[in-house]
């Protein structure tokens, strides 16, 4: 029997065009579930997600700029403490994106801020450091992708070297 192919790419459709627009104001890269396929692991990409540490009224410019349809929504307080979070539709595909500012995450009684480090490029895309989703995966009470990723580091670079 052949190995059935692993969950399709989604099209990137806007993405590009978006990332390049807030990468003017700011540090932008890709992370979630996108940035575990853009490493090549089998895991579905149900929306996009974008990190930046660009001002939010930069942010949206940028998004109102490109003419795409946009929300800002509140968080949940309890468990993210984000700083802004736009919901863009990307009309071409209809897939989302979510265009995160200052990323982080409550753990306990802390703020844990995941940073933006683009690692490398794919598809013209910066990706985010992978240990830094791994940390984002563990502390979303998400264990399956952070040892997904562990393990991804463990094999690339032969140490997971996470906190």
């Given at each position: 029997?052949?190995?059935?192919?692993?969950?399709?790419?989604?099209?990137?459709?806007?993405?590009?065009?978006?990332?390049?627009?807030?990468?003017?104001?700011?540090?932008?890269?890709?992370?979630?579930?996108?940035?575990?396929?853009?490493?090549?692991?089998?895991?579905?990409?149900?929306?996009?997600?974008l990190i930046t540490?660009?001002?939010?009224?930069?942010?949206?410019?940028?998004?109102?700029?490109?003419?795409?349809?946009?929300?800002?929504?509140?968080?949940?307080?309890?468990?993210?403490?984000?700083?802004?979070?736009?919901?863009?539709?990307?009309?071409?595909?209809?897939?989302?994106?979510?265009?995160?500012?200052?990323?982080?995450?409550?753990?306990?009684?802390?703020?844990?801020?995941?940073?933006?480090?683009?690692?490398?490029?794919?598809?013209?895309?910066?990706?985010?450091?992978?240990?830094?989703?791994?940390?984002?995966?563990?502390?979303?009470?998400?264990?399956?992708?952070?040892?997904?990723?562990?393990?991804?580091?463990?094999?690339?670079?032969?140490?997971?070297?996470?906190?």
């Amino acid at each position: 029997m052949a190995d059935l192919p692993g969950p399709a790419i989604p099209e990137l459709g806007v993405l590009p065009a978006l990332h390049e627009a807030i990468a003017v104001h700011g540090a932008v890269a890709l992370g979630g579930s996108g940035l575990l396929r853009a490493l090549g692991i089998e895991v579905a990409v149900n929306d996009w997600d974008l990190i930046t540490d660009a001002d939010p009224e930069l942010v949206r410019a940028a998004i109102d700029g490109l003419g795409l349809p946009v929300r800002r929504v509140g968080g949940d307080s309890e468990r993210f403490a984000t700083r802004a979070l736009f919901q863009v539709c990307d009309p071409g595909t209809g897939r989302a994106i979510d265009v995160m500012v200052d990323f982080a995450i409550v753990s306990g009684s802390e703020v844990v801020a995941i940073p933006v480090r683009p690692l490398r490029r794919w598809h013209g895309l910066w990706l985010a450091d992978p240990r830094d989703w791994e940390l984002a995966y563990r502390l979303m009470g998400r264990p399956e992708k952070a040892a997904l990723l562990r393990d991804w580091l463990t094999a690339s670079h032969g140490t997971a070297n996470t906190a």
